[in-house]
């Protein structure tokens, strides 16, 4: 079956009636295999920048991210790639600059910490912008959004920063830039969102935890953690319907995108594209290119008239077993 697979890797992500869901990668690692994965993917679709700072001992300098970011750009242009603002705080700590807070997720987070020292994101924004000179392929996706004031705000930062450039004599345009839908309070506040970017990116591993009040690294909790909950899954068709409705593009880039039968259900909501880590883009494929929309959709109305998360394992499971 991984032979039949590997030789599908060069096809595209398209139902057997026809319905491209492009597929893209998740990269963190400045130099990653995943460039190799450039002839069949749509582009990165989360670039957790956040990763090349955990390996250094201070913030790297602006010289020194704009190099970081153009290996990216450079390795996938002509594909889009979507550069994901620092998210640091709940787990994802650095030793140079530590939060110790007991309630972490809860705490100082992603753009909670970046708006607080608009110098640290200023570096990181003129380092994106200018490593995207003559590339054309950089989006920006701002993490842990809350309100849409704080996206307010970071634009004001964005667009100070392509000033700050354009005197210092390059001509930047306003890349796209989107929000991440991770903290449930976004979901209903799509509308005021989308006057303000371009495109809309679920965070579902965050979402799942807030939503179901699950703390997603603490085990005594894991059998909770679930983003094949009946909540889950209504809170991603109500907001996937809300950015059709908005003209928005939606992505998702937790790891319920990389599981065969939650890409289904997400393309049969109508996301436009999904992001996961390398090795799930081949199992991913294939069920896309063996199951069609129509199918898809009708799985999803059988799945949200369900009532608890295992009865969706099960009906997803015997569905699955059919399709083989
Ligand atoms: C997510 O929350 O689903 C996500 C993609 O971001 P991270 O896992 O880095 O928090
Ligand atoms: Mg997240």
Same mark, same amino acid.
């Given at each position: 079956?991984? !032979?039949m697979?590997e030789?599908? @890797?060069?096809?595209?992500?398209?139902?057997p009636?026809?319905?491209? #869901?492009?597929?893209m990668?998740?990269t %963190?690692?400045?130099?990653?295999?995943?460039?190799?994965?450039?002839?069949?993917?749509g582009?990165?679709g989360l670039?957790r920048?956040?990763?090349? =700072?955990?390996?250094?001992?201070r =913030?790297p300098g !602006?010289?020194?991210q704009?190099?970081?970011?153009?290996s990216?750009?450079e %390795? =996938?242009?002509p594909?889009?790639?979507?550069?994901?603002?620092?998210?640091?705080? %709940?787990?994802k700590d650095?030793?140079?600059f530590p939060?110790?807070e007991a309630?972490?997720f809860?705490?100082?987070?992603?753009?909670r910490?970046?708006?607080?020292? +608009?110098?640290?994101?200023?570096v @990181?924004?003129?380092a994106?912008?200018?490593?995207? #000179?003559g590339l054309n392929?950089l989006s920006?996706l =701002?993490?842990m959004?809350?309100?849409?004031?704080?996206?307010?705000d970071?634009?004001r930062?964005?667009?100070?920063a392509?000033?700050?450039l354009g005197e210092?004599g390059?001509?930047?345009?306003? +890349?796209?830039?989107g929000?991440?839908?991770?903290?449930?309070?976004?979901?209903y506040?799509?509308?005021?969102?989308?006057?303000r970017?371009?495109?809309? *990116?679920v965070?579902?591993? /965050?979402?799942?935890?807030?939503l179901?009040?699950?703390?997603?690294?603490n085990?005594? #909790?894991?059998g909770?953690?679930?983003?094949?909950?009946?909540?889950?899954l %209504?809170?991603?068709?109500?907001? *996937?319907?809300?950015?059709?409705?908005?003209?928005k593009?939606?992505s998702?880039?937790?790891?319920l995108?990389? /599981?065969?039968?939650g890409?289904?259900?997400?393309?049969?909501?109508?996301f436009?594209?999904?992001?996961?880590?390398?090795p *799930?883009? +081949?199992?991913?494929?294939?069920?896309?290119r063996r199951?069609t929309?129509?199918d898809?959709?009708?799985?999803?109305g059988?799945?949200m008239?369900? /009532?608890t998360?295992?009865? #969706?394992?099960?009906?997803?499971?015997?569905?699955?077993?059919e399709? !083989?």
């Amino acid at each position: 079956l991984s !032979e039949m697979l590997e030789h599908e @890797q060069n096809l595209p992500s398209v139902t057997p009636d026809g319905h491209e #869901v492009p597929l893209m990668v998740n990269t %963190g690692l400045a130099v990653d295999a995943a460039a190799l994965l450039k002839s069949c993917i749509g582009g990165v679709g989360l670039y957790r920048t956040e990763v090349p =700072f955990m390996i250094t001992e201070r =913030f790297p300098g !602006e010289k020194e991210q704009m190099r970081l970011y153009r290996s990216q750009l450079e %390795g =996938f242009a002509p594909l889009p790639v979507v550069m994901r603002t620092l998210d640091i705080g %709940g787990d994802k700590d650095l030793p140079y600059f530590p939060i110790n807070e007991a309630n972490a997720f809860l705490g100082w987070r992603g753009m909670r910490v970046t708006l607080d020292h +608009p110098e640290v994101l200023m570096v @990181q924004l003129r380092a994106m912008l200018r490593a995207s #000179v003559g590339l054309n392929n950089l989006s920006i996706l =701002f993490p842990m959004v809350t309100n849409a004031e704080e996206v307010d705000d970071a634009l004001r930062l964005l667009d100070r920063a392509i000033v700050e450039l354009g005197e210092e004599g390059m001509a930047i345009k306003r +890349p796209n830039v989107g929000v991440m839908i991770e903290v449930p309070a976004t979901i209903y506040q799509m509308d005021a969102l989308a006057k303000r970017v371009d495109f809309f *990116s679920v965070g579902s591993n /965050d979402l799942t935890q807030y939503l179901l009040a699950v703390d997603r690294n603490n085990p005594r #909790v894991s059998g909770l953690y679930d983003p094949l909950h009946p909540a889950l899954l %209504g809170a991603l068709q109500e907001l *996937s319907q809300d950015a059709q409705r908005l003209r928005k593009p939606v992505s998702l880039c937790g790891e319920l995108a990389g /599981d065969p039968a939650g890409a289904l259900l997400l393309m049969a909501m109508g996301f436009t594209s999904l992001s996961m880590n390398a090795p *799930s883009l +081949p199992k991913v494929r294939a069920a896309i290119r063996r199951v069609t929309l129509s199918d898809a959709q009708t799985l999803l109305g059988e799945i949200m008239a369900l /009532d608890t998360p295992a009865e #969706v394992h099960r009906h997803l499971e015997r569905r699955f077993d059919e399709w !083989e």
